[in-house]
Structure formats: C-alpha cells, structure tokens
C-alpha cells in the first residue's frame, strides 16, 4: 500500500536510522545524487530499490522517486527524517479505515536543533505534505519550497515527522550557504534588490520569529534559530544583489 520516497546525497550519518524507522512499509525508493560517501552502501542494507541519479535539484530527484514507486500511497521523507512510530501507526489506521475521503495530508514536523525540539518561532508544528496518493501528485518545479500538488481534498493527521536538523553550528552555516543561494536564484527573477532590503528585511525576520512568533520561550536555542533566520535573509539578499549586478556589467 506505501511506498517511501528518500532523497538523499553525502548522509551516511543520516540515512540508516532514517531506514530504520519505515521498515515498515510496502516499498522504499532512495535516490541518491552521487555520493561520494557510504550513503549507497548503507541504504543497500535495508532496500534493494536504490537509484542513482545526478543531482539536478530538489524537484527533479522527488518527480524521479515519485515516478519509480509501484504503490497506491507515497510517505516522503528526507534523509535527516524519521518517521515516528505514531505517525506510522495513525497512518495504517487511515489506510485501513472504510473512510478514505483524503488523497493526501500534511504531517507536522518536530524539528531538533543542537538536540532540542524547537516548539516556537514558526517551527512546530511546521505542516509537511508528504503522503498522498501517487495518481493524484504531481512535483512543483521550484528551487527551494518545492513540494507536491494534489488534485484532491487534504486532511492533517495529528503524529508527527521527526527532524534532526544539525548537530553543529558549522553543519548549520553549511546549510545556510546553499539555501540561500537557491532562494537567491529563484527571487532574483521577480525581485530588485534595493538598500532597504539587506538593511531592514533581517532585522524584521528576527522581531517576527523571535518575538512575535515566541522563539524566545525556546532560550538561547531559540535565539541562536532566529540569528540563523537573520544570516539566511542577510544572504539570500546579498547574493541577489550580486546576481543582479553581474547581470548589468
């Protein structure tokens, strides 16, 4: 009934327990964009349905494991993912249900940072669409926020995703450097940089996460996710700027 989509590359500290915890299902995809690290090997271990595919961006690997899934249903989860007991048991309950009015749902997201569940400033519970019938879906072709489109009614179910983010600051900074830089490429086309922005634009990121979203009630864990919010927007300005610039001379 379930298929499990797995995108990955370079997660060999990631992708077993992310295995580990989808045992469950019918079928597990794992497309990996050309490791270079023991990811492959590893994902081996617990499926034998694990393709190798260059790395084009986010959107092109989900619509490549999308295609090569075989069951009804598709649970999508990224390397650094598990997915909770709970949430796989709400999920054969609906399957197994007579009332399938759904043909997909948002799942809420528990993100861990440096060990700690961030519960304020926007991150919890983070609604993901990840499961959903496949006849229905079909991925956006974004840069960065890429997902899924469903011609259907969708449900929230109520388990969570579990999220490890990072485990380091320097871990986190790598990932802010190619975040940004997609969300730069994608912006630069509909957005003229001005001064205001790279000044004002951050500033407001960390007064809306941190005070009015409450990331100060998660202390100094909160205060260190909405410093990243504010190097992120910084970047993600900066570097569109500098697109843009290049774009002139």
């Not at 989808?22 to 497309?31: P, Q, S």
């Not at 690290?37 to 590893?42: A, L, N, S």
């Amino acid at each position: 009934m379930v298929s499990v989509n797995i995108i990955c590359k370079n997660e060999e500290q990631n992708i077993e327990d992310c295995l580990k915890s989808v045992l469950w299902a019918d079928e597990i995809i794992v497309v990996d964009g050309e490791s270079t690290d023991k990811t492959v090997e590893i994902a081996g271990k617990f499926t034998d349905k694990v393709y190798i595919n260059k790395w084009e961006g986010f959107a092109s690997q989900r619509s490549f494991a999308l295609g090569k899934s075989t069951k009804d249903w598709v649970l999508v989860l990224d390397a650094d993912e598990r997915c909770s007991p709970e949430l796989k048991d709400e999920i054969m309950a609906y399957l197994n249900s007579n009332n399938k009015i759904y043909k997909g749902f948002k799942l809420p997201r528990r993100n861990f940072f440096l060990g700690k569940w961030i519960k304020h400033g926007g991150w919890y519970p983070g609604y993901q669409f990840r499961f959903f019938r496949k006849d229905s879906t079909i991925v956006s072709d974004r840069l960065v926020h890429e997902g899924y489109v469903i011609d259907g009614e969708i449900g929230t179910m109520k388990n969570d995703i579990l999220h490890y983010t990072v485990q380091s600051i320097s871990e986190f900074m790598h990932k802010v450097n190619g975040y940004s830089t997609l969300q730069a490429e994608e912006k630069s086309k509909r957005h003229n940089v001005k001064f205001r922005d790279i000044l004002l634009r951050p500033i407001a990121s960390f007064y809306i996460q941190f005070f009015v979203r409450g990331g100060f009630r998660d202390g100094i864990h909160g205060l260190m996710v909405a410093n990243f919010d504010v190097i992120t927007n910084m970047l993600t300005y900066m570097k569109i700027w500098e697109l843009q610039n290049k774009e002139k001379e």
